[in-house]
């Protein structure tokens, strides 16, 4: 009996490997012969192939996941720049009608002209300075003096009668620059345009 109970101990049984995330079970086929055989390797393949379908579809379902994703980092790095160019819009739209009372004053050339010439310089240095570092930034003056009238562009406040045909539809004269971030307008010109009359 002793010898009995140490063989049981020392008896390896059959053991049965389950790979769980699969429900293929691999066991040990030594007995199995013939059409048991062919049947079971009939189903291996079987379950390969779907093992290999599912395995490409959710590579498929990761390569396509992950290009989203890129293009949605792509798509948000474009806002943010967007962003970023025009999140400046509205303090530099506060500073345009400084650069009109700058313009006003040079408009006026017998008044600028009686100004002393160190103090004009100094003013128009000012005015220089100021633009540029808004030009910086993306701003640009639009001036379409002489040019044809654009309505997606141009505001009229005014049409001047003109003699010659080719004055019909032309800025003769621009009341008030217009301005452009980064181009897109932002304010537009205003300004007087011929009119030809027969």
């Known amino acids: 009996m002793e010898n009995k109970d140490r063989y049981e101990d020392n008896k390896v049984e059959a053991t049965t490997e389950v790979d769980p995330g699969d429900d293929v079970v691999f066991e040990d086929n030594t007995e199995v012969t013939g059409a048991d055989y062919t049947e079971k ?5 079987e379950r390969i192939q779907e093992l290999e379908k599912k395995s490409s579809e959710l590579l498929d379902g990761w390569q396509r996941d992950k290009a989203d994703f890129i293009n949605s980092k792509k798509r948000d790095e474009e806002a943010k720049k967007e962003f970023l160019k025009f999140s400046k819009a509205d303090i530099i739209s506060e500073l345009i009608p400084v650069l009109d009372s700058f313009e006003s004053a040079f ?4 008044s600028w002209e009686k100004v002393d010439a160190t103090w004009r310089k100094g003013v128009e240095y000012i005015h220089s300075q100021l633009f540029t570092i808004l030009a910086g930034h993306g701003l640009k003056v639009i001036n379409p003096l002489g040019e044809k009238y654009d309505h997606n562009r141009d ?4 049409n001047v009668s003109v003699e010659n045909h080719e004055d019909d539809g032309k800025i003769l004269e621009v009341v008030q620059l217009g301005y452009e971030l980064n181009d897109k307008e932002i304010r537009a010109p205003k300004v007087k345009v011929g009119h030809y009359e027969k």
């Not at 505001?155 to 005014?158: F, H, K």
Request: hydrophobic content about 30%.
């Open 41 to 45: 390797v009939k189903k291996l393949k």
């Open 155 to 158: 505001e009229a406040v005014e």
């Open 107 to 110: 408009k006026n050339k017998e």
